[in-house]
């Protein structure tokens, strides 16, 4: 289940193994995976002969930047500024594979099977590779030159009193409030139930009932959690992970976990120890 961690691996691998490699065509079979008016022929037209020069990544958005369009045979760029940003969301089961290089360790709610009919979006490159977003459950997306600031701040780069000016304005529930992406981009559900639970926060709260004392809990969990769990490989590597099936308990104090839905999402927690 692809969150910032999953996205921030997937942007490793194309700063790694993608960067100014020729794109040589695109393939994109699946006219819905396109959003916001971009259809198949415009990004056929707008690719091939640029470059990708940066990976980039807001939340859980990949963005790819390309330079300027070349004549064939020339040094010439036939435009002027930057070419276009491709953007990759990944959604509940993509995977950015890069020459047979796939980011980040196995999914864990989706196949992680090679089937071509999965291959959603290909960048191909004039030496023989390819980029291609992979997703078996058809929920990622594709666009060009997207709106970056529909996004909120970055969850690896929020600070505490960036925290304390979000919950102090929402009255809806804490976990409502981490998993909308226009406040803090990047958390999805796993690690919101993970760093909830490490802080000792029912997810129901309104946040803006958090004193300033939980406020500063909250945000240092939130980076802490971030933290260890890139370094252990994803957003699935929690310690309330393993819990996370009906019947589970706490891993710090054994109680019963409940599930329940909450912001629209599956959510376990544990009524004991998070109040």
């Known amino acids: 289940m692809p969150e910032i961690l999953e996205v921030e691996a997937a942007r490793h691998v194309v700063e790694d193994h993608a960067l100014g490699r020729s794109i040589a065509g695109v393939d994109a079979p699946d006219a ?6 971009l259809t198949p022929a415009a990004v056929r037209s707008a690719l091939p002969e640029r470059r990708f020069v940066a990976a980039r990544r ?12 070349r004549r064939a045979g020339t040094r010439a760029p036939t435009d002027a500024g930057l070419g276009p940003t491709l953007a990759l969301h990944l959604g509940m089961s993509g995977r950015v594979v890069v020459d047979g290089t796939a980011a980040g360790d196995p999914l864990v709610y989706a196949s992680n099977r090679a089937e071509t009919t999965w291959h959603r979006f290909t960048v191909h ?5 390819a980029l291609i977003l992979s997703d078996p459950r058809r929920l990622g997306a594709v666009e060009l030159d997207p709106d970056e600031d529909r996004l909120g701040i970055d969850a690896l780069a929020v600070t505490t009193p960036d925290l304390r000016a979000l919950l102090a304005r929402r009255r809806g529930p804490i976990k409502a409030v981490l998993l909308d992406q226009h406040g803090i981009a990047g958390l999805g559900n796993l690690l919101v139930d993970e760093i909830l639970w490490r802080a000792s926060l029912d ?11 939980e406020q500063g809990r909250l945000g240092r969990v939130l980076r802490t959690t971030l933290g260890v769990l890139g370094r252990r490989g994803g957003s699935h590597t929690g310690d309330l992970m393993v819990a996370r099936v009906p019947g589970g308990h706490c891993p710090r104090d054994g109680a019963p976990l409940r599930r329940e839905t909450v912001g629209g999402r599956t959510t376990y927690w544990c009524p004991a120890h998070q109040r």
């Open 32 to 37: 819905w995976y396109l959003k916001r008016g």
């Open 58 to 69: 807001r939340g859980k958005l990949l963005l790819l930047d390309t330079d300027r369009r």
């Open 125 to 129: 490159f004039a030496d023989g590779g």
């Open 203 to 213: 997810p129901n709260r309104p946040a803006i009932s958090l004193d300033p004392p």
